[in-house]
C-alpha cells in the first residue's frame, strides 16, 4: 500500500533526468548568451558597416521580435512533429543563423540573419523545459529548476564579458561563430539523450492569427523608432508605421477573441491578475532591456572603455540578479507577488533615477552600484510578476499563459530598444555640429579627436541621461500597473515552477 504512495513523495533525482537537464542547459545557455553578447559590441558593428545607431539596433530588436513571435507556435509545434523533433530542428536552425550572421556582408543581412537565428532561439527552452517537466514529473520540478536556474543566470553575466573579449581580441563575427561548436555539442547530445515521442496534433496551427501578429509588431515597432527619429509623425513612415501596425495587431486580438485555438488566447488576459501582471511585465521589460542596450555604449562612447572592460562593468547588473532572484521567488510564496514586484520595480525605478543624472566623470563605484540596483529589481520583479498571473490559472491554461507572457515580455524589450537607441541617435544628431543623420553623428563620436572628444563629452553624457529618462517614465507606469496586482499567499499549480521558469531568458 505504501509503494503507491511513498515514491511520488520522496522520489530522487536519478542519473536520466540529470543527462536530460544538461541538455536543455546546454541549448538553453546557448539562446539565453545571444541575448546580452550582441549589446557590447553594437559599437564596433556600426563603424564595420557604416551605419546608424538607429539601424544597427535592428540586430537587437529584429531577433527579440522573432523571438515573440515564434514563442506561441512552441505548443502546436511540439504536438504536431514531438517536442524532441523540435528541440534539435531549433537549435539547428539558431546554429544556421549564428553562422549565417558570424558572415554577415551588411547590415541588412546581419539583420535578416538575427530575425532568423531568432526564430530558432525562441523555440529552444520553451521546448526543452517541456521536455525537462514530462521526465521529472511536477514533485522533482522544483529541485531540477534549483539545478537548471544557476547556470541560466549566469548567462547575462557571461555574455557581456564574452562578447566583449570576443570583439577587442579577435572580431565581432566570433560573437555569433561561439554559437556553432555549442549547438553541435547540443545537437549531438539531444539526439542521443532525448527519448523519441510520438507526435500528438490538437488542433491547425491559427495561420491568419500569425500572418497578423507578426507582420502588426514588426510594422509597429518601425513606426515607433520612426516617431522617435524625426520627433513626431511628421514622416509617412513613422504614421504609416504606427497606424498599420496597430490596425494588424487589433485585427489580430479581435480574431483571437473569436477563435477557439488562436496563436494567444488573448481571452486570459482579461481576467485582472493575468492583464496586469502582463502588462507590468511588459512596460518592466520596455524600460529595463531598453536601459541594457545604452548601457555598453555609454561605457565605450562616453567613458572609452574598450568591449572587453565594458563586459566586466556589466557583469555588476546579473550578479544583483543573482541575488535577488531566489530571495524574491520564495518571498513570494509568503507575502504575495504584488508587494515584491513592487519592492522590484522601485529598485530599477532607483536605478534608472541615477543614471539619468549620470556624467562624464561620474564615479565607476557610483555606476557600478547603480547596475546592481537594477540586477536587485530585475530579479525581484520578472519572475514574482509571472506567478501573480499564473497562480490564478487552471492547469491547463498555465502553457498558454507562459507562452503569451513571454511573447510581451519579447515585444516590451524590442520596442524600449528601437525606441531608446533612436532617442539617443537623435540627441547624438544635434551633439555633432555638421552631422545631418544619426549615422554621421555616430560616425563622427568614433573618430573625432581627443580634443573634440573633451568639448563634447559632457553634452553627450546629458544625452544619455535625456534617453534614459525615458526608461525612467515607463518604469514609473509599471509601478502603477503593479500596484493593482494580488498581494496575497499564492497556491502552486501543478507545474508553474516550469512554466515560469520559461521567462528567465
Not at 177 to 193: Q, Y
Not at 319 to 328: D, H, K, L, N, Q
Not at 388 to 395: E, F, G, I, K, V
Not at 457 to 472: N, Q
Amino acid at each position: 500500500m505504501t509503494s503507491s504512495t511513498q515514491p511520488s513523495a520522496v522520489r530522487a533525482l536519478d542519473s536520466n533526468v540529470f543527462r536530460i537537464a544538461a541538455v536543455v542547459i546546454l541549448g538553453s545557455f546557448m539562446s539565453i548568451l545571444d541575448t546580452t553578447i550582441v549589446n557590447v559590441a553594437i559599437k564596433e558593428l556600426s563603424r564595420s558597416f557604416s551605419v546608424s545607431l538607429a539601424v544597427t539596433q535592428w540586430a537587437s530588436t529584429g531577433y527579440m521580435l522573432a523571438l515573440a513571435t515564434v514563442i506561441p507556435l512552441t505548443g502546436w509545434a511540439a504536438d504536431r512533429f514531438g517536442t524532441k523533433r523540435l528541440y534539435i530542428g531549433s537549435i539547428l536552425l539558431f546554429v544556421l543563423g549564428s553562422a549565417l550572421c558570424g558572415i554577415a556582408w551588411s547590415a541588412n543581412s546581419l539583420i535578416a540573419f538575427r530575425v532568423l537565428q531568432g526564430v530558432g532561439g525562441g523555440m529552444i527552452m520553451p521546448a526543452g523545459m517541456t521536455i525537462l517537466s514530462h521526465a521529472a514529473g511536477s514533485d522533482r520540478m522544483g529541485r531540477v529548476m534549483g539545478i537548471v536556474g544557476v547556470p541560466m543566470l549566469l548567462a547575462p553575466i557571461v555574455g557581456p564579458i564574452l562578447g566583449g573579449w570576443f570583439v577587442d581580441d579577435f572580431s565581432w563575427r566570433w560573437i555569433f561563430f561561439v554559437n556553432v561548436p555549442i549547438g553541435v555539442i547540443a545537437l549531438i547530445a539531444a539526439a542521443r539523450i532525448l527519448e523519441r515521442d510520438v507526435p500528438k496534433p490538437h488542433h491547425a496551427l491559427d495561420w491568419r492569427g500569425l500572418l497578423m501578429l507578426s507582420p502588426g509588431l514588426a510594422i509597429f515597432v518601425y513606426g515607433l523608432a520612426e516617431t522617435a527619429e524625426h520627433g513626431g509623425f511628421q514622416s509617412i513612415d513613422a504614421l504609416g508605421g504606427v497606424v498599420v501596425g496597430l490596425l494588424l495587431v487589433v485585427a489580430f486580438v479581435w480574431h483571437a477573441k473569436h477563435r477557439d485555438d488562436p496563436l494567444i488566447d488573448v481571452r486570459l488576459f482579461t481576467r485582472r491578475a493575468v492583464g496586469v501582471a502582463a502588462l507590468t511585465n511588459f512596460l518592466f521589460a520596455t524600460a529595463f532591456f531598453g536601459a541594457a542596450f545604452l548601457l555598453p555604449l555609454y561605457f565605450q562612447l562616453v567613458r572609452g572603455e574598450s568591449a572587453s572592460h565594458t563586459g566586466l562593468l556589466l557583469a555588476a547588473q546579473g550578479c544583483g540578479a543573482m541575488v535577488s532572484m531566489p530571495i524574491a521567488t520564495r518571498m513570494t510564496d509568503r507575502t504575495g507577488p504584488g508587494r515584491i514586484v513592487l519592492i522590484g520595480l522601485t529598485l530599477v525605478g532607483i536605478g534608472m533615477l541615477s543614471l539619468t543624472q549620470i556624467h562624464s566623470d561620474t564615479a565607476m563605484w557610483v555606476i557600478e552600484c547603480t547596475l546592481f540596483v537594477l540586477g536587485l529589481g530585475m530579479g525581484a520583479t520578472m519572475m514574482p510578476s509571472v506567478s501573480a498571473s499564473l497562480s490564478t490559472l487552471q492547469r491547463h491554461e498555465i502553457a498558454r499563459v507562459t507562452s503569451g507572457m513571454n511573447a510581451m515580455q519579447r515585444v516590451g524589450g524590442s520596442i524600449g530598444t528601437a525606441l531608446l537607441a533612436v532617442v539617443l541617435s537623435r540627441q547624438m544628431t544635434f551633439i555633432m555640429s555638421g552631422a545631418t543623420t544619426g549615422g554621421a553623428g555616430m560616425h563622427l563620436m568614433q573618430t573625432m579627436t581627443p580634443a573634440t572628444r573633451t568639448l563634447v563629452l559632457p553634452a553627450l553624457s546629458r544625452a544619455f541621461g535625456h534617453t534614459f529618462a525615458w526608461s525612467l517614465g515607463i518604469t514609473v507606469l509599471g509601478l502603477v500597473a503593479a500596484s493593482f496586482l494580488p498581494r496575497r499567499n499564492l497556491v502552486k499549480t501543478q507545474g508553474q515552477e516550469a512554466a515560469a521558469a520559461t521567462l528567465t531568458d
